[in-house]
């Protein structure tokens, strides 16, 4: 592993300050059902709604929101609709990495004369509680950063949404904010994408894993990971490696036909609370083999939790030199073996639990082998 800093990047970073991640979009099925998902699996609450009852003839979305999670959950009404055809290729996925800046003109016009591709153009939309101002750039494959500020509005999403309250009774499980959004890209375009990060919208190299650092005895891949100015914005891309089997970045780039979002972190201050939540309502994590547990504490060493209870959850653990973490990793959350989470309690570290790629890999392989993909 190194890491190392780019100067050019640093200098650039005061250029394209970003406040945070405003919200991710899934292009769905069938956002009614997903939202609903979201709610009873993930415990989030619906805060907004836009439809053709508000007068939107194309598209649905459902807004969710726990802690600072945003999330936008969009369904075409047509089948010749993008979001429709999006969805047919790709199956349900993130279509949007929205970053929430506070001068969304600017920071577009900056991002395109560093060689950035327009995904729209500056937009201003109001209604009574103020004005966004929007536009988009492209990332990886079909991925978009939609570039927000929204400074001056006080509704509950953006105009045209009108404000929505779950009708199922929402346990939220303790989901704070987005830590991380890992993207999978073709074989020998993670470094065009980390320039791109670096380039464009100014961010750092933080850490570098190559094949050696992620294999396991048949499958393999690389990341880098790129961070903004302020750290708020994590963006890890990987590539797959050669193995000996097919290596799980390329399952995910058959089953979603192009590079895309892999996974997206959230963190938690209470990872045994918010897991055992989790798992009552029936969302799918990883297995990991009781033999993790037995050496662990030898790599990571002294723990506050209770090792026993972590291992009936099967959650992970890793150390740097700042302190440990904590993580865990659902099973793909649609039909597609694509977009997973992962959930994250920081105590301390600040890295990306480098100690679990093994332990991790050999888990996702089981489940490729039951899919007959590995
Ligand atoms: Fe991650």
């Known amino acids: 592993m190194d890491t190392s800093l780019s100067t050019a990047s640093n200098i650039a970073t005061d250029a394209f ?18 939202a609903i998902y979201y709610q009873a699996a993930f415990g989030y609450r619906l805060v907004a709604y836009k439809g053709p009852e508000t007068g939107s003839r194309d598209l649905v979305s459902y807004v969710l929101q726990q802690g600072k999670i945003r999330l936008v959950l969009t ?30 003109v600017e920071s577009y016009n900056i991002a395109l004369q560093r060689g950035a591709e327009s995904a729209f153009e500056p937009i201003t939309v109001e209604d009574d509680n103020g004005v966004i101002k929007m536009a988009g750039i492209k990332t990886y494959g ?21 404000a929505r309250e779950s009708v199922y009774p929402v346990d939220e499980v303790g989901l704070k904010y987005v830590d991380h959004c890992v993207g999978n890209v073709e074989l020998g375009d993670m470094n065009k994408w980390v320039k791109f990060y670096q380039d464009v919208l100014g961010f750092k190299l933080l850490i570098t894993f190559d094949d050696k650092d992620i294999s396991t005895k048949y499958t393999a891949l690389m990341s880098k990971v790129v961070s903004n100015g302020n750290g708020y ?11 000996l089997k097919k290596s799980q970045i390329e399952e995910y780039l058959d089953f979603y036909h192009g590079a895309g979002v892999q996974h997206i972190a959230v963190a ?30 030898d790599r990571v060493g002294e723990i506050e939790e209770d090792l026993e209870e972590l291992k009936k959850l099967n959650i992970l653990i ?7 973490l904590l993580q865990i990793f659902t099973k793909p959350v649609q039909d597609r073996p694509t977009v997973f989470y992962e959930i994250i309690q920081r105590k301390g570290a600040q ?19 039951l899919r007959g993909t590995l």
Request: net charge negative; glycine share 8%.
């Open 17 to 34: 300050p970003i406040n945070g991640t405003d919200y991710i979009e899934f292009y769905v099925g069938n956002a009614k059902q997903s």
């Open 75 to 104: 369904a075409a009404l047509s089948p010749d609709h993008e979001v429709a055809k999006h969805v047919a290729k790709h199956g349900d996925g993130v279509k949007t990495l929205a970053l929430w800046v506070d001068n969304a």
């Open 142 to 162: 079909t991925t978009v950063h939609t570039i927000v500020e929204r400074s001056a509005y006080s509704g509950a999403f953006m105009p045209g949404y009108e």
């Open 233 to 243: 914005i994590k963006f890890p891309i990987n590539e797959p490696a050669k193995g």
């Open 268 to 297: 938690t201050d209470n990872i045994i609370e918010t897991v055992t939540k989790l798992r009552n309502k029936g969302v799918d994590f990883l297995y990991v083999p009781e033999v993790y547990y037995e050496t662990v504490l």
């Open 318 to 324: 890793d150390r740097d030199e700042e302190g440990y």
């Open 351 to 369: 890295s990306f639990g480098k100690g679990n790629f093994k332990a991790l890999f050999e888990a996702i392989e089981r489940e490729q082998a």
